[in-house]
């Protein structure tokens, strides 16, 4: 557990000791903290194959991400006219820093490569400290793909309003990098102090996920009513966006272009201040963060009472005979809930699965539209992913398992059985909602075909691709940090294993899109079936390889120190 | 079986019918190490560590740090494959038959977690659970646990928040459900209060009096010397003195034979002289 100890050395008068004479010792130099994250992100990659693997996908969004943001920036600067240009430019602009504040909480993580919690007990003045983590934060790919894009915006300044234009347009795209990486950084080291409790730690994991989840929805709804604004009333939004840092500094050029440079001068001033106001916040944050967290939870009420078979096992399935297999079940169950991780994860899965058919169906209801059934087995395929990385969750208590030497089979069968419990009941409340609203009670049988042929596959195969793929969560106190290169790796576990299972279930799918009338209700037991023994083959088949590499799980799931 | 008010962990009683009658081999040792090597990608964390547990014996084992103790003692437990060698309980190969072996173990793993998002009482359930023993015994043995290492008051308290004692303590009481006849502890006395260390001290001496084995790491040279029958000092991923605890240190005090077998060094006062 990271949890360091003591408080930061104070700065002041030296303590009176023994102390003869004081070497003379160099200030640090920010090249250090530079040089210490691109030694970490080498490191990380030394001899894993999958990780290296990870980098390489990483790089490459990164690389598109760029581009896309380098051609938006240029497309500003050649529209024909210089409002047009300036109304890309302020929102490319703002999406930029958007997508830097969010995007680190609610999906990358945080790269905690450089923990501010490592350097507590180095005597560092807090200002070196936050300008070395500050560079730090900027060597990176989300850093560099960020420059990239932003020397379109350079060029389009230049193209608009000449090389005086390019000198403000470097201006503000320096300020305003400058901006997405301390704004980012202020943001998640304010939730590290915050979240000071683990209480108050897993409450806001499941507020987070929830927020994150809703994204789609949200987005859905963003883009339709941006296809119905005019250009008059995007214009006044820029106009008002233009005088707030996230995008001043790219409004600042067409200040020249209309002529008026002391009004460019002011909109730099802007983001130049947001950017000193938000390190100085941040470097008071970091001082916090530093002590890390402390989990000083209220002690629950009174000792348990009754037996403690009974205190683990939930009360529905307490008739069932007490075993491994209703141990690790009880278990499986208790961490979906418990698990800050799990939670998460079981949220995002259920608001975003649901928000795919809801969206389908109810929105789109025009001719070549997917049918009920095919749209609901989206949400059954996201849900059963989940256990794509079962022991990354469990991470080094996976030895337990280890020790008491329980069989593979079990172990799989179990973790299936008790997400399956989890969601099997949500996909089948979802299936009824969906068909309620959109009239098609006929769709609703062979969706229940759909829904378990589709789940079944996908637990089976994530059931021995989860042995294989395995990769460690960190043992953090930030229930969204990642280990740094993880990243890209956990995309394309989820990525392949998800095309693999849905390729899987086709049968199933393509059952249900020729079967009509009275023979679709057919799709209903045959997809059943196939789920279950699909679920029954992945883990008898990873049940033989999880009882022989156990030992290598553990390592692959174990975090590095 | 009879609720009797105090907790005497004597494997002979809560075995007494739990397990395969065939296992116990007389006269052989409890843990036998064969040549147990560990390379981690080139480097050589274990190079070749013999070792016999007798059976009965209370074993301490000791290292300065990075001696490769945990790495060993993972290899033994069948937590950590070995790159060479063999690893042996009461006569069954670790490795090779697994089940068996781990069935006759207690373990207590340093550095690992635990599923600590479960209470305490809800923890010892899983383990019972995990090992297939009947609800009524994981109930009685889970209550006299929990009372005798004072686990108890801590009620619905998630293992999360438990203290570092406290951890230990409920990683040694699920080590011990299930009656082994053989345990191993990596580290057990650290972070442990000086009441709690008292007490863990004074149920794994009833456990061997009882016949049970322990084998345990430690840094601390008093405790081992106060508690143990048996010593084996490793360095460098090697054995390099083992014996009962008279034979290793003859005349001389533990930690002096400890700093000698181990190659450390005496500061002469010469260095550290701007201190």
Same mark, same amino acid.
């Given at each position: 557990?990271?949890?360091?100890?003591?408080?930061?050395?104070?700065?002041?008068?030296? +303590?009176?000791?023994?102390?003869?004479?004081?070497?003379?010792?160099?200030? /640090?130099?920010?090249?250090?903290?530079?040089?210490?994250?691109?030694?970490?992100?080498?490191?990380?990659?030394?001899?894993?194959?999958?990780?290296?693997?990870?980098?390489?996908?990483?790089?490459?969004?990164?690389?598109?991400?760029?581009?896309?943001?380098?051609?938006?920036?240029?497309?500003?600067?050649?529209?024909?006219?210089?409002?047009?240009?300036?109304?890309?430019?302020?929102?490319?602009?703002? +999406?930029?820093?958007?997508?830097?504040?969010?995007?680190?909480?609610?999906?990358?993580?945080?790269?905690?490569?450089?923990?501010? +919690?490592?350097?507590?007990?180095?005597?560092?003045?807090?200002?070196?400290?936050?300008?070395?983590?500050?560079?730090? %934060?900027?060597?990176?790919?989300?850093?560099?793909?960020?420059?990239?894009?932003?020397?379109?915006?350079?060029?389009?300044?230049?193209?608009?309003?000449?090389?005086?234009?390019?000198?403000?347009?470097?201006?503000?795209?320096?300020?305003?990098?400058?901006?997405?990486?301390?704004?980012?950084?202020?943001?998640?080291?304010?939730?590290?102090?915050?979240?000071?409790?683990?209480?108050?730690?897993?409450?806001?994991?499941?507020?987070?996920?929830?927020?994150?989840?809703?994204?789609?929805?949200?987005?859905?709804?963003?883009?339709?009513?941006?296809?119905?604004?005019?250009?008059?009333?995007?214009?006044?939004?820029?106009?008002?966006?233009?005088?707030?840092?996230?995008?001043?500094?790219?409004?600042? !050029?067409?200040?020249?272009?209309?002529?008026?440079?002391?009004?460019?001068?002011?909109?730099?001033?802007?983001?130049?201040?947001?950017?000193?106001?938000?390190?100085?916040?941040?470097?008071?944050?970091?001082?916090?963060?530093?002590?890390?967290?402390?989990?000083?939870?209220?002690?629950?009420?009174?000792?348990?009472?009754?037996?403690?078979?009974?205190?683990?096992?939930?009360?529905?399935?307490?008739?069932?005979?007490?075993?491994?297999?209703?141990?690790?079940? %009880?278990?499986?169950?208790?961490?979906?809930?418990?698990? #800050?991780?799990?939670?998460?994860?079981?949220?995002?899965?259920?608001?975003? *699965?649901?928000?795919?058919?809801?969206?389908?169906?109810?929105?789109?209801?025009? !001719?070549?539209?997917?049918?009920?059934?095919?749209?609901?087995?989206?949400?059954?395929?996201?849900?059963?992913?989940?256990?794509?990385?079962?022991?990354?969750?469990?991470?080094? +208590?996976?030895?337990?398992?280890?020790?008491?030497?329980?069989?593979?089979?079990?172990?799989?069968?179990?973790?299936?059985?008790?997400?399956?419990?989890?969601?099997?009941?949500?996909?089948?409340?979802?299936? /009824?909602?969906?068909?309620?609203?959109?009239?098609?009670?006929?769709?609703?049988? #062979?969706?229940?075909?759909?829904?378990?042929?589709?789940?079944?596959?996908?637990?089976?195969?994530?059931?021995?691709?989860?042995?294989?793929?395995?990769?460690?969560?960190?043992?953090?106190?930030?229930?969204?940090?990642?280990?740094?290169?993880?990243?890209?790796?956990?995309?394309?576990?989820?990525?392949?294993?998800?095309?693999?299972?849905?390729?899987?279930?086709?049968?199933?799918?393509?059952?249900?899109?020729?079967?009509?009338?009275?023979?679709?209700?057919?799709?209903?037991?045959?997809?059943?079936?196939? *789920?279950?023994?699909?679920?029954?083959?992945?883990?008898?088949?990873?049940?033989?390889?999880?009882?022989?590499?156990?030992?290598?799980?553990?390592?692959?799931?174990?975090?590095?120190? | 079986?009879?609720?009797?008010?105090?907790?005497?962990?004597? #494997?002979?009683?809560?075995?007494?019918?739990?397990?395969?009658?065939?296992?116990?081999?007389?006269?052989?040792?409890?843990?036998?190490?064969?040549? $147990?090597?560990?390379?981690?990608?080139?480097?050589?964390?274990?190079?070749?560590?013999?070792?016999?547990?007798?059976?009965?014996?209370?074993?301490?084992?000791?290292?300065?740090?990075? %001696?490769?103790?945990?790495?060993?003692?993972?290899?033994? /437990?069948?937590?950590?494959? !070995?790159?060479?060698?063999?690893?042996?309980?009461?006569?069954?190969?670790?490795?090779?038959?697994?089940?068996?072996?781990?069935?006759?173990?207690?373990? $207590?793993?340093?550095?690992?977690?635990?599923?600590?998002?479960?209470?305490? #009482?809800?923890?010892?359930?899983?383990?019972?659970?995990?090992?297939?023993?009947?609800?009524?015994?994981?109930?009685?043995?889970?209550?006299?646990?929990?009372?005798?290492?004072?686990?108890?008051?801590? *009620?619905?308290?998630?293992?999360?928040?438990?203290?570092?004692?406290?951890?230990?303590?409920?990683?040694?009481?699920?080590?011990? $459900?299930?009656?082994?006849?053989?345990?191993?502890?990596?580290?057990?006395?650290?972070?442990?209060?000086?009441?709690?260390?008292?007490?863990?001290?004074?149920?794994?001496?009833?456990?061997?009096?009882?016949?049970?084995?322990?084998?345990?790491?430690?840094?601390?040279?008093?405790?081992?010397?106060?508690?143990?029958?048996?010593?084996?000092?490793?360095?460098?991923?090697?054995?390099?003195?083992?014996?009962?605890?008279?034979?290793?240190?003859?005349?001389?005090?533990?930690?002096?034979?400890?700093?000698?077998?181990?190659?450390?060094?005496?500061?002469?006062?010469?260095?550290?002289?701007?201190?």
């Amino acid at each position: 557990m990271a949890v360091t100890a003591g408080p930061a050395p104070a700065p002041g008068p030296a +303590a009176p000791g023994p102390v003869a004479a004081p070497a003379r010792l160099r200030p /640090v130099r920010i090249r250090y903290f530079v040089r210490l994250k691109l030694r970490l992100i080498a490191n990380g990659l030394r001899g894993q194959g999958v990780r290296v693997l990870g980098f390489v996908f990483s790089v490459t969004m990164g690389v598109l991400l760029a581009f896309s943001g380098f051609i938006w920036f240029l497309i500003g600067g050649e529209l024909p006219r210089a409002d047009e240009g300036m109304v890309t430019a302020a929102f490319t602009g703002a +999406a930029l820093l958007l997508g830097w504040l969010l995007l680190p909480l609610l999906f990358f993580g945080v790269d905690e490569t450089l923990d501010p +919690a490592r350097f507590a007990l180095l005597p560092l003045p807090r200002r070196t400290l936050a300008v070395g983590m500050l560079a730090a %934060a900027c060597v990176g790919i989300p850093g560099i793909a960020t420059a990239l894009a932003l020397v379109g915006a350079v060029v389009a300044a230049g193209t608009r309003a000449g090389p005086a234009g390019a000198l403000v347009g470097l201006a503000g795209a320096a300020l305003s990098l400058l901006l997405c990486v301390v704004a980012s950084r202020a943001l998640t080291s304010a939730f590290a102090a915050m979240l000071r409790s683990r209480r108050v730690r897993d409450l806001t994991a499941v507020l987070l996920a929830l927020v994150a989840a809703s994204v789609g929805p949200i987005q859905f709804f963003a883009s339709s009513l941006a296809l119905h604004t005019s250009f008059a009333s995007m214009l006044r939004t820029v106009r008002i966006l233009g005088w707030t840092p996230l995008s001043a500094g790219f409004v600042a !050029p067409y200040d020249l272009v209309h002529g008026r440079p002391l009004l460019a001068v002011a909109r730099l001033a802007i983001v130049a201040a947001s950017v000193l106001a938000l390190l100085w916040w941040w470097s008071r944050t970091l001082e916090s963060a530093m002590l890390g967290g402390s989990s000083s939870a209220p002690a629950a009420a009174g000792p348990a009472r009754g037996g403690v078979v009974t205190a683990l096992v939930p009360a529905a399935l307490r008739a069932a005979r007490a075993g491994t297999f209703l141990g690790l079940v %009880a278990r499986e169950l208790r961490y979906w809930s418990r698990d #800050p991780r799990r939670r998460a994860g079981l949220i995002s899965a259920v608001i975003g *699965g649901a928000a795919v058919p809801l969206g389908l169906q109810v929105a789109n209801r025009g !001719p070549g539209h997917l049918s009920l059934p095919m749209t609901l087995a989206i949400p059954a395929l996201i849900g059963a992913v989940l256990i794509g990385n079962q022991f990354g969750y469990d991470g080094t +208590a996976f030895s337990m398992h280890l020790l008491a030497g329980i069989r593979g089979r079990t172990e799989l069968r179990a973790r299936a059985a008790a997400l399956s419990l989890i969601l099997l009941p949500i996909l089948l409340v979802l299936a /009824v909602v969906v068909a309620v609203l959109t009239h098609d009670a006929s769709g609703l049988v #062979p969706a229940v075909g759909t829904i378990s042929g589709m789940f079944g596959t996908v637990l089976g195969i994530e059931s021995v691709l989860s042995i294989f793929a395995a990769y460690p969560m960190p043992e953090s106190t930030n229930a969204f940090s990642i280990s740094s290169g993880t990243g890209g790796a956990k995309a394309v576990v989820a990525l392949a294993g998800m095309i693999g299972a849905a390729a899987a279930a086709a049968p199933v799918l393509i059952l249900s899109a020729f079967l009509s009338g009275g023979l679709a209700t057919l799709v209903a037991p045959i997809g059943a079936a196939y *789920g279950l023994a699909a679920v029954l083959i992945g883990t008898y088949i990873g049940g033989d390889i999880l009882e022989r590499r156990g030992p290598e799980l553990l390592v692959a799931v174990t975090p590095r120190r | 079986m009879t609720l009797t008010p105090r907790l005497t962990l004597t #494997p002979r009683r809560w075995c007494a019918g739990a397990l395969p009658s065939t296992v116990v081999i007389d006269g052989g040792p409890a843990l036998a190490l064969r040549g $147990l090597v560990k390379n981690f990608d080139g480097v050589l964390a274990v190079n070749g560590v013999d070792l016999d547990v007798p059976a009965g014996s209370f074993f301490g084992l000791l290292g300065p740090n990075g %001696a490769g103790k945990t790495t060993s003692l993972s290899m033994a /437990v069948g937590l950590l494959r !070995p790159t060479q060698g063999r690893a042996y309980v009461l006569g069954h190969d670790v490795w090779a038959d697994p089940i068996r072996a781990k069935r006759l173990l207690g373990v $207590l793993p340093d550095g690992v977690r635990m599923f600590d998002r479960l209470s305490g #009482p809800e923890l010892l359930a899983y383990q019972g659970l995990l090992r297939g023993m009947p609800a009524d015994v994981i109930d009685q043995r889970a209550r006299e646990l929990l009372d005798v290492f004072g686990l108890a008051d801590a *009620g619905r308290t998630l293992v999360v928040d438990y203290s570092a004692g406290m951890k230990k303590k409920i990683g040694l009481a699920c080590a011990l $459900l299930h009656a082994p006849r053989v345990l191993v502890l990596d580290e057990p006395f650290e972070a442990v209060d000086p009441v709690s260390g008292a007490t863990i001290r004074d149920i794994l001496g009833r456990y061997v009096a009882g016949g049970g084995t322990v084998i345990f790491s430690s840094h601390v040279l008093e405790l081992v010397e106060r508690l143990c029958t048996h010593v084996a000092i490793l360095a460098e991923g090697r054995i390099k003195a083992v014996g009962t605890l008279d034979e290793v240190r003859g005349s001389r005090n533990l930690e002096d034979v400890f700093v000698e077998t181990v190659g450390g060094r005496v500061a002469t006062g010469e260095e550290l002289s701007w201190l």
